[in-house]
């Protein structure tokens, strides 16, 4: 029995795609898009190459964990953990969405993890002299001397936090060293002596994500229970820092490293040999107020760190371009990698280049060069769906995913919606849909009469992010505020270019298929995009032909199996239609809508013949 005219099922043999059939975008777009990224990021290089001045990122990093909210522990309220397979903090995101009063869904509420215990501390072990290492970019080179003992000090004053704010929460978090921590002990129990923080969850043992173990070290160590005070280890990492003429630069940079230290998964980190300890005698520095400053942020620094995919989603962000529709981000990503593919073997080029793209994220940067990661968040980055993090992205305003941007009608034509918007909206409004994997936005419009009813009616209160608080979720389920106040998120608008289809006479689309115009980036994001939005609205109003398209439904070997009559479920297109025009007449609708959209987009019903894509 065939599929009711005017309706496309998933049982249907795919299309072939060609540039320039409304969904592939044509030749020529393809290229002008791969030439506008190339030359803007070769310009980004060379202006990077040229510069030699300091690299100046301590302030930023400061800035960027004071917008981060301190992980919080009540004396009497137990964390609600998840143990499997390690112990996860779950906590709630709530984005105010509308001030419609008249939305009876104006908070869109997330809830996410915090990765509290590792299995294994990390494994450490000095470099060889010989070894090849990435030097500061700037007269700052020789701070780096002192790299290995900042490194070591900070994981040790991060873990010494954690231990606090477990054991406050009722847990069983302990420091096991072979002293306690003195004045005159401090870095030979920190650098040449083994401790481990661990907590104890049933009869499982983890360890804080900073812990460090030295590869060539005994476990035979002997160590006792310790009592951690990570504000009393600060003052020791402060008073050499200023008593050494250690720069703020070069603490902030070994601070980045431990950040990153749960993002680290090859192999050992090698660090360089320490540089000899003379006397210290501290004196008054000009630093002192940022070191004052740093201290309040401990807390911070674990929840950052602890982010699951939170630092990744940050360095990834520079790549990320709104203006690109998920069916071009292919094009625009091969122009970005044949520039900056060159710069990576060139670390202090790579640096500065990186540095200029985000600085709020620079020592982050810097931290992935240093320890050999930058190629892997870099592959992240460009592969059309790296990593997303709504907590961090609305904690620090950096924009992961066109859900935080707005989008202008692309063609002014009258009764027609970007995708976007109509994307963007079911999101918000489904209590049960997840961030999409792809970032980019979808291309193309909508007639308003082909969304769902319920979307269609949300749209009438101009869903977008407008305020985002952050609770930590206590065993007992309450909620208490992770931030004294709530974020103000910042929205731009932009307008995104029209995906043009070939001309019948176009010869430089004969005969091209798919694969040479255009890189396997593209037809992935957008199938996962579109595969998301049928998942939540249980199909795809689209032109007969694009139903079919290999980049918007998947193609199954089902189809050359016989169809089974009985359970096959067939749609009655007439009485659909019908019931359509009937929920909400067209002249409501119009009267309503007029004036709802922020960008000046006016919405109206119109039925036109299309094909729907089912679940």
Not at 176 to 191: A, C, L, Y
Request: charge should be negative; hydrophobic fraction near 35%; aromatic fraction near 10%.
């Amino acid at each position: 029995m065939a599929a009711q005219e005017g309706f496309i099922t998933r049982r249907t043999r795919t299309l072939s795609p060609l540039p320039g059939d409304g969904i592939c975008p044509t030749v020529t777009q393809y290229h002008n898009t791969v030439t506008a990224s190339y030359e803007r990021w070769a310009k980004l290089i060379s202006e990077a190459k040229e510069s030699t001045g300091d690299l100046h990122i301590a302030d930023d990093l400061l800035e960027l964990l004071q917008q981060i909210p301190g992980l919080y522990a009540h004396h009497s309220k137990g964390f609600s953990i998840h143990d499997q397979p390690y112990p996860q903090l779950k906590y709630a995101l709530e984005w105010v969405t509308t001030t419609d009063p008249a939305c009876e869904r104006p908070i869109k509420r997330t809830y996410h993890y915090q990765t509290l215990g590792v299995l294994r501390p990390l494994v450490w072990e000095y470099s060889d002299a010989s070894e090849n290492t990435v030097q500061w970019p700037g007269r700052q080179a020789d701070q780096m001397k002192h790299l290995s003992r900042l490194i070591l000090a900070w994981a040790y004053i991060l873990s010494s936090r954690w231990i606090e704010i477990l054991n406050t929460a009722g847990e069983k978090a302990l420091m096991n060293q072979s002293e306690d921590v003195n004045g005159e002990n401090f870095w030979e129990v920190v650098i040449e002596r083994q401790w481990q923080a661990t907590m104890t969850r049933g009869d499982k043992t983890f360890y804080a994500p900073w812990c460090m173990e030295r590869h060539t070290l005994s476990s035979e160590v002997n160590k006792k229970e310790a009592l951690p005070d990570s504000l009393y280890a600060f003052r020791f990492l402060e008073k050499f820092c200023l008593s050494e003429g250690v720069t703020k630069e070069c603490a902030a940079m070994a601070l980045a490293m431990v950040l990153m230290f749960p993002e680290h998964r090859t192999g050992p980190m090698k660090l360089p040999p320490l540089a000899p300890l003379g006397d210290i005698r501290c004196s008054p520095g000009v630093e002192e107020q940022y070191y004052k400053r740093m201290s309040e942020c401990l807390s911070q620094c674990i929840t950052l760190s602890c982010c699951d995919e939170g630092i990744a989603s940050l360095l990834c962000s520079g790549f990320f371009e709104p203006k690109v529709s998920c069916n071009l981000i292919g094009a625009h990503l091969f122009g970005v990698r044949k520039a900056v593919e060159p710069v990576k073997s060139d670390p202090k080029a790579f640096a500065r280049l990186m540095v200029g793209q985000n600085p709020k994220v620079s020592s982050l940067w810097l931290a992935a060069i240093w320890t050999g990661q930058a190629s892997r968040f870099l592959d992240y980055a460009l592969g059309g769906m790296p990593p997303i993090s709504l907590p961090v992205a609305s904690w620090t305003g950096v924009l992961q995913s066109f859900i935080q941007v707005g989008y202008h009608s692309i063609s002014n034509r009258d009764r027609h919606i970007p995708r976007a918007r109509e994307f963007s909206t079911i999101y918000l409004v489904h209590s049960n849909a997840i961030i999409p994997f792809t970032p980019s936005p979808p291309f193309g419009e909508i007639v308003a009469s082909d969304i769902s009813l319920d979307i269609r009616r949300h749209l009438l209160h101009d869903h977008r992010p407008i305020q985002s608080n952050t609770y930590w979720i206590f065993e007992t389920g309450e909620l208490y505020p992770a931030q004294k106040q709530p974020e103000i998120m910042n929205r731009p608008v932009l307008r995104l270019p029209l995906i043009a289809r070939a001309s019948n006479d176009d010869s430089s689309n004969a005969n091209i298929r798919v694969e040479d115009a255009v890189d396997r980036v593209s037809s992935d994001a957008t199938l996962n995009l579109f595969e998301w939005y049928r998942d939540l609205e249980g199909g795809l109003w689209l032109e007969e032909s694009q139903g079919k398209h290999a980049w918007i439904m998947y193609d199954s070997d089902e189809d050359d199996l016989p169809e089974d009559e009985e359970s096959k479920t067939s749609l009655d297109g007439p009485r659909i239609w019908s019931w359509r025009e009937n929920a909400i007449p067209d002249v409501a609708w119009a009267q309503s809508a007029e004036d709802t959209s922020s960008s000046g987009t006016n919405i109206k019903l119109s039925l036109t013949a299309k094909s729907f894509v089912g679940c």
